[in-house]
């Protein structure tokens, strides 16, 4: 059964839609992210790409988020990072990090923690990585700028030993070789390598897969599993693909229009999911463990411009249950994120029996 631990306690608790500021000498998880806010002043109005977003995790632990692109997935990311400082965005909220709350640490501060206690692995290893240097050179650059007393040919056996770790045969060779000379796979570990180079307890990897093809992204997906045991971290695994997180994560946060809209243990939200998007991208999913009769669903329309966030619910112009809510409420009241079960929030005004049917009716049979 999926621990839980990693999760937010839902149900009878407040809502996480509208958290407590942290108490004096309250716990907070390993990870404790509380309403935060990301917005973005432009000439034509207020992007908010994440608007009020609560989760929290544990170390050995992998949260997946998960929404269509322009959901606000990696803004969140790039928020913990701190990588909005110095910017235009407005960010606001609590990002508790081991006990230390990121939004209120300085600049100095955070340099320090990125790259050194969390860590980020990027989509496409060849953008991300320099193609100037060589691979090891770039690994030893992100070993000396958190260990400046460390030698140069020390930070390269270390290098060498992160490469063998993550599986690039060779490594005395292949540390001296530039990116363009790995293959996309190899480029992805290269990353993998020089992200785990200080031992960060905190990963963070944005579609680490998407431009892998299936066998290497198995490879990846079972590479980072025996680096998250060996290493205890806790993982943000952010993908639009619902399969990654299902083998992945223990619990699932989907997002649409900047905010949570399903939260949970990934046995109910991959299983028994409650929210009609969540049913949307679900069966818009291929399978290729069962023949399938009947062509794909996919979520009609489009996601909504995050400057111009339909009124109600953000979904309500793509949900074909709408007309199932009593008056208009889908279409002028935001619904709250309300507790379904243990650990499981959903925010939708349908009624949890009628979803349960509708769930049954409608989805599964295409599941
Ligand atoms: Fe659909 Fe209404 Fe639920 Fe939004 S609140 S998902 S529009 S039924």
Redesign the pocket.
């Known amino acids: 059964m999926t621990d839980t631990s990693a999760h937010s306690t839902a149900g009878a608790a407040p809502s996480p839609a509208a958290p407590s500021a942290k108490a004096a000498g309250e716990k907070t998880a390993y990870l404790d992210v509380r309403d935060l806010k990301v917005h973005f002043p432009t000439d034509d109005g207020l992007v908010k790409a994440v608007d009020g977003l609560t989760f929290k995790l544990e170390r050995g632990k992998t949260i997946g988020i998960v929404g269509e692109s322009g959901s606000g997935k990696s803004v969140t990311s790039q928020g913990i990072l701190g990588l909005h400082r110095r910017t235009r965005a407005r960010a606001s909220g609590q990002i508790w990090l081991d006990g230390e709350d990121l939004m209120t640490v300085s600049d100095e501060r955070m340099r320090e923690l990125r790259g050194n206690k969390m860590a980020m692995i990027f989509q496409d290893p060849l953008s991300a990585l320099h193609p100037y240097y060589t691979i090891g050179s770039q690994i030893v650059e992100a070993i000396r700028v958190h260990h400046s007393d460390t030698s140069k040919s020390a930070a390269k056996a270390r290098a060498v030993d992160l490469l063998g770790l993550v599986g690039i045969p060779n490594p005395t060779r292949r540390v001296d070789q530039y990116p363009h000379e790995f293959s996309g796979g190899m480029r992805q570990r290269a990353m993998i390598a020089m992200s785990l180079a200080n031992d960060p307890s905190l990963l963070i990897a944005d579609e680490p897969t998407t431009a892998l093809d299936v066998t290497v992204q198995a490879q990846i997906l079972d590479l980072m599993r025996k680096l998250q045991q060996e290493f205890g971290s806790a993982i943000i695994m952010i993908t639009h693909d619902l399969g990654v997180v299902a083998e992945m994560a223990n619990d699932i946060l989907v997002m649409y229009g900047g905010k949570a809209?399903e939260y949970g243990p990934v046995n109910d939200v991959f299983y028994r999911p409650e929210?009609?998007?969540a049913w949307g991208l679900l069966s818009s999913m291929p399978r290729l463990d069962r023949v399938r009769s009947a062509r794909l669903n996919p979520v009609p329309g489009n996601p909504p411009s995050l400057i111009n966030i339909p009124p109600?619910?953000a979904?309500?112009p793509r949900?074909r249950?709408?007309a199932?809510?009593a008056g208009d409420?889908?279409r002028t009241q935001v619904?709250d994120l309300l507790g379904t079960g243990p650990d499981h929030v959903v925010?939708?005004?349908?009624a949890q029996s009628r979803r349960a049917e509708l769930f049954a009716a409608d989805v599964k049979p295409l599941l």
Do not use: D, N, T
């Open positions: 809209v929210h009609p998007y109600g619910c979904f309500h949900c249950y709408a199932e809510v409420a889908c619904p925010r939708c005004h349908l």
